[in-house]
C-alpha cells in the first residue's frame, strides 16, 4: 500500500494542513474523507491480508488525527506540545486567580440552580466562556501581525478549556437529573 506520509508524522502533516489552532474545519473534513478514501482497508480486499492490516492502522492512525485536529483542547495541546511546550495537566493546575474565582461562581450557581432554564443559562454563560478562551488560544498560538506567538501562554488556556469542559459536564449531568426529576 502506498502511503501519503510516515505513521509517526503529526496530525497536522498528515492532514496537509499548517500548524495552527485556527483551522478551517470543513476543509479538515473534506481531508479526511479524501485520505479515508485512500486507505480505507476495502480498497485494499484483493492485496491480501497483510496489505489490509496495514490499511487498518492507517485508518485508525486517520481517525485518531482527526478527532485530536476537530476537538480545540487536543489541537492546542498537540500544537504547544510540537513547540516543546508540555500542558502537564496532571501536576501543573496552577491557574489565575480570576479565574478561579470564576469557577467557585459557576459551581456555586450550579448548586443553587433548581430548574433546568437556570442550568441552561449558566451553559450559555460558560460556552461563551468556552469560545474566549478558544478565541485567545488562537492569538496565543498562531500569533498576530503585531502579536508573537505565547505557547507558554497557550499551554494554560489549554488547561483552562480542560476545566470549563469539565464543568460543561458537570452542567449537562446536573440538566439531565434536573430534567429527570
Not at 58 to 67: G, I, K, T
Request: glycine share 4%; charged share 25%.
Amino acid at each position: 500500500m502506498s502511503a501519503p506520509l510516515g505513521l509517526a508524522a503529526d496530525d497536522f502533516t498528515l492532514f496537509g494542513l499548517p500548524r495552527a489552532f485556527a483551522l478551517d474545519l470543513a476543509e479538515l473534513d473534506e481531508r479526511w474523507r479524501d485520505l479515508q478514501a485512500r486507505v480505507h482497508p476495502d480498497k485494499f480486499a484483493a492485496e491480501g491480508g497483510a496489505a489490509q492490516r496495514v490499511a487498518v492502522q492507517w485508518s485508525v492512525r486517520v481517525n485518531e488525527a482527526y478527532r485530536r485536529l476537530r476537538d480545540p483542547i487536543s489541537r492546542g495541546a498537540s500544537l504547544c506540545e510540537l513547540a516543546g511546550v508540555a500542558i502537564d495537566a496532571e501536576r501543573n493546575t496552577a491557574m489565575p486567580s480570576e479565574f478561579l474565582m470564576q469557577q467557585m461562581q459557576w459551581r456555586e450557581a450550579l448548586e443553587e440552580a433548581g430548574t433546568v432554564g437556570e442550568v441552561y443559562e449558566l451553559e450559555a454563560q460558560v460556552r461563551a466562556e468556552s469560545s474566549m478562551i478558544q478565541a485567545r488560544l488562537a492569538v496565543l498560538i498562531d500569533g498576530q501581525p503585531d502579536i508573537a506567538p505565547d505557547l507558554t501562554a497557550a499551554a494554560q488556556q489549554v488547561r483552562a478549556l480542560m476545566f470549563v469542559q469539565r464543568f460543561l459536564q458537570d452542567i449537562a449531568r446536573r440538566a439531565d437529573r434536573l430534567e429527570q426529576a
